[in-house]
């Protein structure tokens, strides 16, 4: 198996879950049916499209930076409602701000070269959650930041040893340890159960079940790093 790395990196993203009518939030990290609703977008996949080739990658992040919780306010117009017909609608929705956040992907090298290929040349525009919150860095490595990506190592070895994102990874990191959260067994130690995991990307069948997450603390003191700062 080989692992795919992919950053996120902007001054907002919001990787939403679950949705309660004026009320829009955001998970502290990438969620799965995020990305790879992201990587949809390069590959120019239809919506009606299959996508259990990338549903079955093996997703983690290490948290290179978390940002800030910020919300703002959205107004949308000339929605229906039952009980007054055609109205504007506020929404308070919330994002992350300056957060920093490394992917890996793990699968069949062939697919993740793929993708890499398209991130680097997308079919559709990209973005970090919603339409208008773009990457402030590309998402994809340059030849001379890795050389080689896809790596030929596991996901959690890929995650651990990859320089880091950013030169300030703020107050969250205490002893120079990283929050990292990957896929697992249900029956793992500390597994935590996430509704992110997409079936259906489609209008009509939108679909989501849930997957399983373990988080550790990895030291990255002699990590270096990629386009800090």
Not at 184 to 194: F, I, N, V
């Amino acid at each position: 198996m080989a692992t795919l790395l992919i950053r996120c990196v902007a001054p907002m993203q919001s990787w939403g879950t679950s949705s309660a009518f004026e009320l829009r939030g955001t998970e502290p990290s990438p969620s799965k049916s995020g990305v790879i609703g992201l990587i949809c977008a390069a590959l120019g996949r239809d919506r009606n499209d299959s996508i259990n080739d990338l549903a079955a990658l093996k997703m983690g992040v290490r948290v290179d930076r978390q940002g800030i919780l910020e919300s703002d306010f959205q107004t949308a117009q000339n929605v229906a409602k039952a009980s007054s017909g055609i109205d504007n609608q506020l929404s308070k929705r919330y994002y992350l701000s300056d957060a920093a956040f490394l992917i890996g992907l793990e699968g069949e090298a062939p697919l993740l070269r793929e993708v890499n290929e398209k991130l680097n040349n997308p079919v559709w525009p990209i973005f970090l959650g919603r339409k208008s919150y773009l990457p402030g860095l590309p998402v994809t490595f340059s030849s001379k930041e890795l050389p080689v990506n896809p790596i030929d190592k596991p996901l959690e070895s890929a995650l651990r040893e990859a320089p880091l994102l950013v030169a300030s990874p703020r107050k969250e990191v205490q002893s120079n340890l990283l929050r990292m959260q990957t896929e697992c067994s249900p029956t793992d130690l500390g597994a935590e159960q996430r509704a992110d995991q997409p079936v259906s990307f489609s209008f009509d069948q939108r679909r989501f079940q849930n997957r399983y997450v373990k988080t550790v603390f990895v030291d990255v003191t002699n990590n270096g790093g990629f386009n800090v700062f």
